[in-house]
Nanobody, 121 residues
Framework: QVQLVESGGGLVQAGGSLRLSCAAS????????MAWFRQAPGNEREFVAR???????YYADSVKGRFTISRDNAKNTVYLQMNSLKPEDTAVYYC???????????????WGQGTQVTVSS
């Protein structure tokens, strides 16, 4: 069992930056693939970024070059550094954990409660 708690969301102007954190419980954190998804009002949940237990990363085209996912296994934490934010990045951002790296939400077993990111124009 893994419990995930996100933090770091907030209101930022377009062009600004935020760093999201996801703290995980459980001793097996380092063996999990981790990912960030987001969901804007009226939209389906969409993939943002993922990182394997070895540190291999993959990004959605919409955030490539602006967002960076990383993990600190000693702290049981995964991060999402978001730079050059745009109004279309506004969404609730969710952290997820699963047995293998996937870009579909169905591939993840554990989810956080989400943190709101709002980017003003």
């Amino acid at each position: 069992q893994v419990q995930l708690v996100e933090s770091g969301g907030g209101l930022v102007q377009a062009g600004g930056s935020l760093r999201l954190s996801c703290a995980a419980s459980g001793r097996a954190f380092s063996s999990y693939a981790m990912a960030w998804f987001r969901q804007a009002p009226g939209n389906e949940r969409e993939f943002v970024a993922r990182i394997s237990w070895t540190g291999s990363t993959y990004y959605a085209d919409s955030v490539k070059g602006r967002f960076t996912i990383s993990r600190d296994n000693a702290k049981n934490t995964v991060y999402l550094q978001m730079n050059s934010l745009k109004p279309e990045d506004t969404a609730v951002y969710y952290c997820a954990a699963g047995p293998a790296v996937r870009s579909r939400s169905s591939g993840y077993d554990y989810w956080g409660q989400g943190t709101q990111v709002t980017v003003s124009s």
